[in-house]
C-alpha cells in the first residue's frame, strides 16, 4: 500500500460546478499536506499548503485535512475551464534531513465549459 | 528569476547508450531533488541533495547516478539506458527539505 492513495479519476465536471478531490494518507506521522496543480507537459506547482488538521481557503480554492479519518481534500469552487490540470496531493513529516514528500498518483480534472 | 531550468527538454536514447540531465535553480534554495513519472504511478523520487554536498537515495535510485556540482546545480546520470527509463524527469528544489518544492518543467527521455 502506498503511504499516498489518491482517487483515480480522471474526472470530468461543467463549468461551474463544485469540485471535491481526495487523497488517504497511511503514515500517521505525516504533518504537513500540499496540493500540486500540474498543467500538460508543465512541472508541478504548488497550490495549497497546510499544517495538521484543519481548512485553509485561498479564493476559490479551499484545502482540508481530517487527521482523524486520515483524510485529504481540496474542494473548487466555480470551476472554470483553466483549472483543467492534473491535481497531485502531498504529505511529508514534520521535520528531519530526510523529511521527503510523498506524492499520491494524481487525479486529472476537465472543467467543460 | 528563470527558477528551476533543466535540458534539454526531449532526448531519445538507444538501450546502453549514457547521458545526463542537467538542473540549476537561481532562487539559492539548499535542497534539491530527482523525480521521475510515469502514468498511473505519479511523482517517485530517484535521489536528492538536502544540501551542497550532500547527496541521498530516494525511492527509485537503481540505475542512476547524481552529482551536486555546487549549490546552484544537481544532474542526474544514466549511465546505461534501459527502456524501463523512458520516462518524464522532473528536478526541484526548495529552501531546505522542511519548505515546499519549486520545480522545472521537466525533460522527456525515450530509451529504444
Known amino acids: 500500500q502506498k503511504e499516498v492513495e489518491q482517487d483515480p479519476g480522471p474526472l470530468s465536471v461543467p463549468e461551474g460546478a463544485i469540485v471535491s478531490l481526495n487523497c488517504t494518507y497511511s503514515n500517521s506521522a505525516f504533518q504537513y499536506f500540499m496540493w500540486y496543480r500540474q498543467y500538460s507537459r508543465k512541472g508541478p506547482e504548488l497550490l495549497m499548503y497546510?499544517?495538521?488538521?484543519g481548512n485553509k481557503e485561498d479564493g476559490r480554492f479551499t484545502a482540508q485535512v481530517d487527521k482523524s479519518s486520515k483524510y485529504i481534500s481540496l474542494f473548487i469552487r466555480d470551476s472554470q475551464p483553466s483549472d483543467s490540470a492534473t491535481y497531485l496531493c502531498a504529505s511529508r513529516l514534520f521535520t528531519g534531513a530526510n523529511s521527503k514528500l510523498t506524492f499520491g498518483k494524481g487525479i486529472t480534472l476537465s472543467v467543460r465549459p | 528569476n528563470a527558477g528551476v531550468t533543466q535540458t534539454p527538454k526531449f532526448q531519445v536514447l538507444k538501450t546502453g547508450q549514457s547521458m545526463t540531465l542537467q538542473c540549476a535553480q537561481d532562487m539559492n534554495h539548499n535542497s534539491m531533488y530527482w523525480y521521475r513519472q510515469d502514468p498511473g504511478m505519479g511523482l517517485r523520487l530517484i535521489y536528492y541533495s538536502a544540501s551542497e554536498g550532500t547527496t541521498d537515495k530516494g525511492e527509485v535510485p537503481n540505475g542512476y547516478n547524481v552529482s551536486r556540482l555546487n549549490k546552484r546545480e544537481f544532474s542526474l546520470r544514466l549511465e546505461s539506458a534501459a527502456p524501463s527509463q523512458t520516462s518524464v524527469y522532473f528536478c526541484?528544489?526548495?529552501?531546505?527539505?522542511?519548505?515546499?518544492?519549486?520545480f522545472g518543467p521537466g525533460t522527456r527521455l525515450t530509451v529504444t
Open positions: 497546510t499544517y495538521s488538521s
Open positions: 526541484a528544489s526548495s529552501p531546505g527539505t522542511d519548505y515546499e518544492q519549486y
